[in-house]
Every structure is written in C-alpha cells, then in structure tokens.
C-alpha cells in the first residue's frame, strides 16, 4: 500500500506543480493558493510514504487532508466567480474559514467532532450548488465536472473504502489532481 499511496500522491505533486506553473500569482491568486495548499500535501503524503512515518507525519497529514477536503474547491469558486458576470458573489466564499478553524483545533486536540463534520459537508455542498449555479449561468460544462468531482471527492470515497478497505483515500488523492487539472484548465481558458 506504500507504493500505492506514494504513486497517487505523487500524482497529486504533478497535477499541483502544473496547475501552479500555468496560472500566475498575481493574475489567479485563488487558484494559485489551492494550488499551492495542493502540493504541500501531496509532498507530506509522498514523504510519510517514502518514509513510513506513520506516528510522526501523522498530524501534519491529518491537518492537510483537513484543509485539502475544504479549501481548494471555495477558492476556485471565488476565482471563477471574479472572472464571471456576477463577481459580488465571489467572497460569500470566504466563509470555508470558520469550518477549516473549527476543524483545525479540532485535530489538534485530538478531539472527534461530529458537528465540524457537519459544518464541513454542508460548506461543501454549499460550494458545489455554486459552482454547479455559475456553470449554469455561464453555460460552461466544465464547472458541472469540476463539481461532480468536489462531490465525488468527499462522499464517493467512502463507497470505494466500504467495498476496499484503504482504496477510499487513493480515490480521493486522485479526485483532488483531476479538480486541481480542471481547475488550471478553467483558469487558464479565462
């Protein structure tokens, strides 16, 4: 399984490496910055399995796969919703923080909490409605794709994982490299 999870994040390392050398800082800063937050835990995932630290990359993997499961998806809907006839909508996006917070003390103290995973699914679904919104209204096909992967990422992994303990997180590893791949796509188009 070290091979497997050390192929599929370094998928992930690929997908954000390009995603961040096409799209310019200055021009798609949200992308850019999920692009960024995307290699960052690609490279702990590539390390935890060159190494086998399960104990001592643990936390920090548990923290990036926090921020992976909620950040990329609102900052490319703020990205696109920038780039869109409607751009007053593009910071309602902001609001991930408060569910990344809450999730992020919450791994901290080890603690399990139902209602941040609450607060996570339903920013979740709050940000694919959008995106499924803008692509109706922008007539781009792409969005309804990059939105079915979002969803895909977060609850079609837990199919995979109950029929094949452990494949749950190679799916989800290689939803995040195609949405970040379509997400350069899309910006990049722009």
Known sequence: MLFMDALFNSLLVVSS???????????????????ALSLVH???????????DGDECNRLRQITTGIME?????????????????PHLAMAHGCFLIPLAFDVVAIWRD????????????????????????????SKNVY????AIAFGARYGTVIFDYYWEGLGG??????????????????TNK
């Open 17 to 35: 490496g390009y995603a961040m050398y096409t799209l310019h800082p200055l021009q798609t800063p949200y992308g850019y910055a999920a692009a």
């Open 42 to 52: 690609g490279l702990v995932g590539v390390v935890r399995a060159a190494h086998f």
């Open 70 to 86: 909620l950040v990329p998806l609102p900052l490319t809907n703020i990205e696109l919703y920038l780039k869109s006839s409607n």
């Open 111 to 138: 603690v399990e909490d139902n209602s941040t995973e609450t607060l996570k699914d339903l920013t979740l679904l709050g940000n694919v409605v959008s995106l499924l919104f803008l692509g109706v209204n922008e």
């Open 144 to 147: 309804g794709g990059m939105a």
């Open 170 to 187: 190679h799916i989800n590893l290689l939803a995040d490299s195609a949405f970040i791949m379509l997400m350069a796509m899309t910006l």
